[in-house]
T-cell receptor, first 114, second 113 residues
Framework: NAGVTQTPKFQVLKTGQSMTLQCAQD?????MYWYRQDPGMGLRLIYY???????DKGEVPNGYNVSRLNKREFSLRLESAAPSQTSVYFC?????????????FGDGTRLSIL | DQQVKQNSPSLSVQEGRISILNCDYT??????FLWYKKYPAEGPTFLIS?????DKNEDGRFTVFLNKSAKHLSLHIVPSQPGDSAVYFC????????????FGRGTSLIVHP
């Protein structure tokens, strides 16, 4: 059982390049999330999708777009990468956004922007 | 303004002793709390949770205590083991902040053999 799978695991970009981070879950969860983790900053929510067909902004959405492709997949796109977007990105899923069920996380994408 | 605070960035403990990780919150609407554990190069994994209607929840070596009046919770690990060395995140849920968790900044626990 893979859980939440993120690709790629590592990526180096140049400023201004675009990139899409992929995330897929196999737990039949309805809700999916994108976080970024920076040193000393904990996990900050970028966007989330409460259910297939819906997306909403989180705490730090600027510079990002998302697509909930289907129930399994939720992608994060950087249209014009900036050095401030250098971070570790985590995708997570949970059964429903309005529940106490814990989130399940992928192992992250480490993104460096030069 | 941080609604969930983990004021100790790091904690060092000897194997076999108790580890106590602390978390404070400011939003009185939070009604459910979770702890996650994160190893390097891996995603966070759920460890233990507690509802605001309880003041204690225990799972093996891990116990979480909640003091609602103080808006404080703590995670106790007894006895601590070297494999417990990780970053621990506190997270809070509740209708006031929706059921999307608000995370603290984490505490890095090092357990020395």
């Amino acid at each position: 059982n893979a859980g939440v799978t993120q690709t790629p695991k590592f990526q180096v970009l140049k400023t201004g390049q675009s990139m899409t981070l992929q995330c897929a879950q196999d737990m039949n969860h309805n809700s999916m999330y994108w976080y970024r983790q920076d040193p000393g900053m904990g996990l900050r929510l970028i966007y989330y999708s409460a259910s297939e067909g819906t997306t909403d902004k989180g705490e730090v959405p600027n510079g990002y777009n998302v697509s909930r492709l289907n129930k399994r997949e939720f992608s994060l796109r950087l249209e014009s990468a900036a050095p401030s977007q250098t971070s570790v990105y985590f995708c997570a899923s949970s059964s429903w956004v309005n529940s106490n069920q814990p989130q399940h996380f992928g192992d992250g994408t480490r993104l460096s922007i030069l | 303004d941080q609604q969930v605070k983990q004021n100790s960035p790091s904690l060092s403990v000897q194997e076999g002793r108790i580890s106590i990780l602390n978390c404070d919150y400011t939003n009185s609407m939070f009604d459910y709390f979770l702890w996650y554990k994160k190893y390097p190069a891996e995603g966070p994994t759920f460890l233990i949770s507690i509802s605001s209607i309880k003041d204690k929840n225990e799972d093996g070596r891990f116990t979480v205590f909640l003091n609602k009046s103080a808006k404080h919770l703590s995670l106790h690990i007894v006895p601590s083991q070297p494999g417990d060395s990780a970053v621990y995140f506190c997270a809070a849920l509740g209708p006031g902040g929706s059921y999307i968790p608000t995370f603290g900044r984490g505490t890095s626990l090092i357990v020395h053999p």
